[in-house]
Nanobody, 125 residues
């Protein structure tokens, strides 16, 4: 099970740090990622990190502003979100991935091995 936390309400320009803690599974066996779904829109890829870290892939819309990281010893993945904008408002989902891809275009819902529950992020203008 993947448990996401850290969402909330923040003003534009602010920061949030999402966490995704795994239980019953060892995340070191997987590349990990974050997706998000805004109201009325399809779920989209946000960021991914290789199984042992060190390589990252980001959606163009969040590059420079968001940073994905992992602590395999804590069985947890993080998403640091800075310079948040109203268009970042969405439910954010962490996911164990079937593979890591360097190109952000390769991530779709079929890239996901299993999903965690979501956490709501709301950015006010």
């Amino acid at each position: 099970q993947l448990q996401a936390s850290g969402g909330g309400l923040v003003q534009a320009g602010g920061s949030l740090r999402l966490s995704c803690a795994a239980s019953g599974r060892t995340i070191s066996n997987y590349a990990m990622g974050w997706f998000r779904q805004a109201p009325g829109k399809e779920r989209e890829f946000v960021a991914a990190i290789r199984r042992i870290g060190g390589s990252f892939s980001y959606a163009d819309s969040v590059k420079v502003r968001f940073t994905i990281s992992r602590d395999n010893a804590k069985n947890t993945v993080y998403l640091q979100m800075n310079s948040l904008m109203p268009e970042d408002t969405a439910v954010y989902y962490c996911a164990a991935l079937r593979a890591y891809y360097s190109s952000n275009r390769d991530y779709t819902e079929s890239s996901v091995y299993y999903w965690g529950q979501g956490t709501q992020v709301t950015v006010s203008s």
